[in-house]
Structure formats: structure tokens, C-alpha cells
């Protein structure tokens, strides 16, 4: 049996951050691996958005490393700029350029010879289904729309790993369950690893392969969202997912 060797496309150990004092980020460790999806879960000020900004290279840390395919990317001393990171960014406010065409806003981050961005261009729109806006703009799309062009644009230059910030957290109800399977749908393709922050359990339950569980600056659980769902940590724990239907 052949045994898989490679290490995580995502690894960050240890890490903590501080803000005035306060440990708000409190040695959080996990690995992603590509083609996988890890859903950081918790609530409303536990840490969430500051672990992705340290990832991102965006928010420096106290302590504690990242790695990308076991390199070393980021320590208290080494330091890969967030523009080598190869790292896809989407956040709930996914604020798509509005002077720039649809085509223009997926082609934003692409390097090389204009017939090759076309091309990718033009494979990610028929992906997310919006080939026949590629000369639109923003402003002419609806919410969900923009929400793929911000997706196909993220996912463009082909990046090692996706970061992703309740992007889903801005759209209607009615379309959120329909957006978040064609999303996972397309991430699958793609074959990033993807951690996604939500502090919404619903929504972890059915995108994750990987819940990591956290309350006030640290992991509280880790494991398959079956696992998570049904053995919980803690009454807390129990509590938190209660509003899973
Ligand atoms: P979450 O994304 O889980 O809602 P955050 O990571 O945004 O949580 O924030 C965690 C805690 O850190 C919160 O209490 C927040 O107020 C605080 N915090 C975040 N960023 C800063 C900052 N730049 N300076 C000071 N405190 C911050
Ligand atoms: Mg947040």
C-alpha cells in the first residue's frame, strides 16, 4: 500500500498573537491539506479572522510558525511577503474593483501573456457560470454574482491555499445553501486547501472534511464534522451546535 509521505499544503504550529496584552490568538495549531477543506468554527471575536491575517502575512504573530508544502514560510525572524505566499484571499465584503470589467476583476492578479489570461479567464467564468457577463461590471451583477466573479478572481492565479473569510456571510438566505455547494464544487477542481472561517456550524457541517472547534483564542476540538457534531467537547460545545437543523 502506497503511504502518502507529502507533508500538509498548510501547516501553522503554535501560533499566538497578542493585542495590547491580550492573547487573542492562543497557540492554535492545524493542518490542511490540498483538495481538503478545514473549517475554522467559533464565534464572534474567539480569533478567527486574526489566525487567517497571520497566514495571510498580513498580521505578524508573537510566536508560533507557518509552513506551505513543510517550507517554512513565516517565523518570529523569517518572513515570506503576503504577495509570495500564493495564498487566494475572499472575504464576506469581497469588494470586486467597480471601475474594472468582470473580466478585468478575475484577470487582477494574473501574470503572463494576455491569450493565456484570456483563456483562464474564460475558464474560470464558465466555472461559476457567468461566461456571458465576462464585458459586465459589478454593478450590473447581483450579490451571489459578484460572489463568484470574487471567487473565480481569488481562484485565478491558481493558488496553493484558500483562505476564505465568511464569504458567505453577505448573502441572501435563499441562495446561501445553493452558493456554498457550487463554491465547494469548484474549490474541489481547483484542488486548493481551503480554510474557511465561519461561526456558523451549519455551514461547517457541510462544507468541511476538518472542523477545528474554537473558543476564545484556542482550539478546542479538532476532527471529522460527523465526530465534532455528534461526540461535542463540552456543554459549550453542545450549545454551539444546538442550532443545526
Ligand atoms: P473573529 O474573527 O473570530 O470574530 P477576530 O480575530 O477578528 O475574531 O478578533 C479576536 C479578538 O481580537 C477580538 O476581541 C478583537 O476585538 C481583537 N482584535 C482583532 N484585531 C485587533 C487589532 N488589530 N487590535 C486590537 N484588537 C484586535
Ligand atoms: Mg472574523
Redesign the pocket.
Known amino acids: 500500500m502506497a503511504i502518502n509521505t507529502a507533508p500538509p499544503r498548510l501547516e501553522i504550529r503554535n501560533l499566538v498573537c497578542r ?2 496584552g ?1 492573547t ?2 492562543d497557540d492554535v495549531s492545524l493542518t490542511v491539506q490540498a483538495g481538503q477543506v478545514t473549517c475554522l468554527l ?12 497571520m497566514i495571510a502575512g498580513v ?1 505578524m504573530q508573537d510566536s508560533g510558525e507557518i509552513y506551505v508544502d513543510g517550507k517554512l514560510v513565516c517565523d518570529t525572524v523569517f518572513r515570506v511577503p503576503p504577495e509570495r505566499r500564493e495564498i487566494g484571499l475572499m472575504f464576506q465584503d469581497f469588494a470586486l474593483f467597480p471601475h474594472l470589467s468582470v473580466a478585468d476583476n478575475v484577470a487582477f492578479g494574473l501574470k503572463g501573456a494576455k491569450e493565456q489570461k484570456r483563456e483562464r479567464v474564460e475558464e474560470l467564468l464558465r466555472k461559476v457560470d457567468l461566461i456571458r457577463h465576462i464585458d459586465g461590471f459589478p454593478h450590473q451583477l447581483s450579490g451571489g454574482e459578484q460572489q463568484r466573479v470574487a471567487l473565480a478572481r481569488a481562484l485565478a492565479p491558481r493558488p496553493r491555499i484558500m483562505l476564505m ?1 465568511e464569504p458567505f456571510s453577505g448573502l441572501d438566505n435563499r441562495l446561501r445553501d445553493g452558493i456554498r455547494d457550487e463554491t465547494l464544487a469548484i474549490l474541489k477542481e481547483e484542488d486548493a486547501a481551503v480554510l474557511l ?1 465561519t ?1 456558523e456550524p451549519e455551514e461547517a457541517m457541510r462544507m468541511a472534511d476538518e472542523i477545528a472547534l ?1 473558543r476564545r ?1 484556542k482550539i478546542v476540538q479538532q476532527g471529522a464534522p460527523y465526530n465534532v457534531y455528534t461526540r461535542p467537547v463540552d456543554k459549550a460545545a453542545v450549545a454551539f451546535f444546538s442550532d443545526v437543523n
Open positions: 493585542f495590547g491580550r487573542v490568538v467559533g464565534p464572534s471575536g474567539c480569533g478567527k479572522s486574526t489566525t487567517l491575517r498580521e473569510d472561517v461561526h474554537m483564542g
